[in-house]
């Protein structure tokens, strides 16, 4: 038998060599993932750990740190901030976070403790609106003087924000690269400065006697001061849906949205409606009730799955009810 002919093998032997061969091969393949998924999570830990309490302060943060940092968000979408709890494994990762990001000014009112807790064993702490010059709640029925948390309402606050996290994340976490973080952050602020100009055109189309808003609860004190609307009132009086109206908290406001002539009342997407439908109905008032995403991103398909779609989304319908 010549070399060009080869060597004929039996059947028999052509099967296992065959099977060692797959086995080999498939042993390489799998050391290959195996090392690919070493490198991921070796690549993971690496990184440090930023703890947001909010889903909507979550998006933000996670449009300025993207791979720099592991972003870990508290509240998933359609959360109530004010109502929020937090389980043990949570408050664990609080008080192991490198950074911990919270909104502030007594927003997230089930998760404070957690987070003075942490900051005690000496995690830093950002809170957010207590550094963006604060407006106190104006409204009627909200505590006189007490500051509103709500400041994401206002675009040109939420970017002020954005430096404030770069500024917190470069400072604290190690481990990000914070040119890439600075870099990530003015991009995003940019984002935010042109959804400021286009909600200010959306709103110019709304007639100056018409620019009332009355809501679930007093959570747009910010938009107001920022696009020049007048807060009418809420149903729920105070800044926390944890509070309950009065019978003749009712009566009160029904008499402000006939005086005003308000076409619409704006509910929170997360929040029953129940009682603005109620207002509406028995108070014979010829008013919409128009559901907002106001304290949390939407879920999937909601047209409110970030802080930016959901902003576009409440002024599309802000101007829709205000103008009809």
């Not at 109530?80 to 937090?86: A, L, T, V």
């Not at 909104?103 to 404070?112: A, D, I, K, P, Q």
């Amino acid at each position: 038998m010549t070399a060009a002919q080869g060597v004929s093998l039996p059947p028999s032997r052509r099967s296992r060599v065959s099977a060692r061969v797959r086995a080999a091969a498939l042993a390489l393949a799998a050391g290959t993932v195996l090392s690919g998924c070493t490198a991921l999570a070796e690549s993971a830990e690496s990184r440090g750990t930023i703890v947001v309490t909010t889903n909507i302060l979550g998006d933000v943060v996670e449009n300025i740190v993207r791979d720099e940092a592991n972003v870990v968000v508290l509240m998933e979408a359609g959360s109530d901030p004010h109502s929020f709890g937090i389980s043990a494994r949570q408050a664990a990762e609080l008080e192991s976070a490198e950074l911990i990001i919270a909104n502030g000014l007594g927003l997230e009112e089930g998760v404070l403790r957690h987070v003075d807790a942490a900051a005690d064993q000496g995690v830093p702490v950002l809170a957010v609106a207590d550094s963006l010059d604060p407006l106190p709640f104006t409204a009627d029925g909200a505590a006189d003087g007490v500051p509103d948390p709500h400041f994401w309402t206002d675009p040109q606050r939420m970017a002020g924000a954005a430096d404030l996290i770069a500024g917190a994340v470069t400072e604290n976490v190690p481990s990000a690269d914070a040119a890439a973080v600075r870099s990530q952050a003015a991009a995003y602020r940019a984002q935010i400065e042109e959804l400021e100009t286009w909600m200010e055109s959306e709103f110019a189309a709304i007639p100056a006697d018409r620019r009332s808003l009355v809501t679930n609860h007093h959570v747009f004190g910010y938009l107001a001061s920022r696009f020049g609307f007048t807060l009418t009132g809420a149903v729920i009086p105070g800044g926390t849906t944890l509070a309950s109206p009065s019978s003749s908290d009712l009566d009160d406001l029904a008499a402000k949205i006939r005086a005003a002539a308000v076409p619409a009342i704006f509910t929170d997407s997360s929040q029953p409606d129940l009682l603005a439908r109620v207002l509406a109905e028995e108070a014979g008032l010829n008013v919409a009730v128009v559901g907002l995403f106001t304290e949390s991103l939407g879920t999937g398909g909601s047209g409110a799955e970030s802080y930016l779609e959901m902003m576009r989304t409440n002024t599309e319908r802000i101007a829709a009810a205000l103008s009809r």
